[in-house]
């Protein structure tokens, strides 16, 4: 079992930055065997991957976000971060973070097996 949830999410102004956090509980699984990924969805938009990070650290970001946006993750406190500097009212959105051991749907950042309920971001001019 595996249970995501993500805080950190808030109200900022174009220009600004912010810190999602997204705490993994897993019971019967090992955590480092997953690939982790944010993703997110506007109103009236289509879910939308943000990144993704592997097992071994390696990265893969939305052409939206890359060189704004960087996701890490601690395995030692089951722990994935999304920092997001240079933010646009466009990134407004309810993020999400997923996890999964099949790779390369985070990498393709199509999504996962195990879903957060999301945090609201909201950007504003």
């Known amino acids: 079992q595996v249970d995501l949830v993500e805080s950190g999410g808030g109200s900022v102004q174009a220009g600004g930055s912010l810190r999602l956090s997204c705490t993994v509980s897993?019971?019967?699984?090992?955590?480092?065997?997953?690939?982790m990924g944010w993703f997110r969805r506007a109103p009236g938009k289509e879910r939308e991957g943000v990144a993704s990070?592997?097992?071994?650290?390696?990265?893969t970001y939305a052409t939206s976000v890359k060189d704004r946006f960087t996701i890490s993750r601690d395995n030692t406190w089951n722990t994935l971060y999304l920092q997001m500097n240079s933010l646009k009212p466009e990134d407004t959105a309810m993020y999400y973070c997923?996890?999964?051991?099949?790779?390369?749907?985070?990498?393709?950042?199509?999504?996962?097996?195990?879903w957060g309920q999301g945090t609201q971001v909201t950007v504003s001019a």
């Open positions: 897993v019971v019967g699984i090992t955590y480092n065997d997953y690939c």
């Open positions: 990070i592997d097992r071994n650290g390696e990265t």
């Open positions: 997923a996890t999964d051991s099949r790779c390369w749907l985070l990498r393709s950042l199509r999504g996962g097996v195990y």
